[in-house]
């Protein structure tokens, strides 16, 4: 399967505790994307790459939040102090080149903090 | 990026057409019309996008109004499987700004 993957699929942690996830983009693609999901609505958007740089991030990502692509493959988002507030799903994308610029979701990380 | 309203809600009878609507009156033509769609439980997943003609892949068609204000999305012949929510999203053309806003979409449901 050359798609996005994520993992771990599941996390479940108590209040106060630090996560980390990790995003592999399908081969080739420069560009890695997070997003967060709620129950009941659209995801949201919270950062972008453009190779290992992080180009653009939302409001949402607050200061317990950081994202990293180290070499500009696998990218990880660390949620530290854990709140109820995280829990939620977490989608990674990735899109090649400007130009082709379609994104490609993985099956996401699904967090619940207790 | 320009808004999208869609309808909370669809049914579709098995193996009829189910066809989605999107108004998003404010596009730029700049601006291009995306579909995603969410099985439950997983991540979304890319159906076809259009800037100002039809298009037409192997899941389904896109059908863009003259004045681009709408456009409609086709599965032609429903399964069960395409049970899911429908997400219509606009956003930019090239350079620029890169994340999709989704909305909460339609809720296609599929029946037997």
């Known amino acids: 399967d050359t798609g996005v993957s994520q993992d771990p699929r599941h996390k479940i942690t108590k209040r106060g505790q630090n996560v980390t996830f990790r995003c592999d983009p399908i081969?080739?693609?420069?560009?890695l994307y997070w997003y967060r999901q709620t129950l009941g609505q659209g995801p949201e958007f919270l950062t972008y790459?453009?190779?290992?740089?992080?180009?653009?991030k939302s409001r949402l990502l607050s200061d317990r939040f950081s994202a990293e692509r180290p070499k500009g493959s696998f990218s990880t988002l660390e949620i530290q102090r854990t709140e109820q507030g995280d829990s939620a799903m977490y989608l990674c994308?990735?899109?090649?080149?400007?130009?082709?610029?379609?994104?490609?979701f993985g099956p996401g990380t699904r967090l619940l903090v207790l | 990026d320009a808004k999208t309203t869609q309808p909370p809600s669809m049914d579709c009878a098995e193996g009829r057409a189910a066809n989605l609507p999107c108004n998003h009156s404010?596009?730029?033509?700049?601006?291009?019309v995306y579909w995603y769609r969410q099985i439950h439980s997983q991540g979304p997943q890319y159906i076809i996008h259009?800037?100002?003609n039809n298009e037409t892949n192997e899941m389904a068609s896109l059908i863009i109004t003259e004045d681009r204000k709408s456009s409609t999305l086709i599965l032609p012949h429903a399964t069960l499987r395409d049970t899911a929510v429908y997400y219509c999203?606009?956003?930019?053309?090239?350079?620029?700004?890169?994340?999709?806003?989704f909305g909460k979409g339609t809720k296609l449901s599929v029946i037997p």
């Open positions: 994308a990735s899109s090649p080149r400007q130009g082709r610029e379609t994104q490609y």
């Open positions: 081969s080739e693609h420069n560009r």
């Open positions: 790459f453009q190779n290992e740089a992080q180009l653009e």
């Open positions: 404010t596009i730029s033509g700049n601006e291009y």
């Open positions: 259009g800037l100002k």
């Open positions: 999203i606009v956003r930019l053309r090239g350079a620029g700004s890169y994340q999709l806003t």
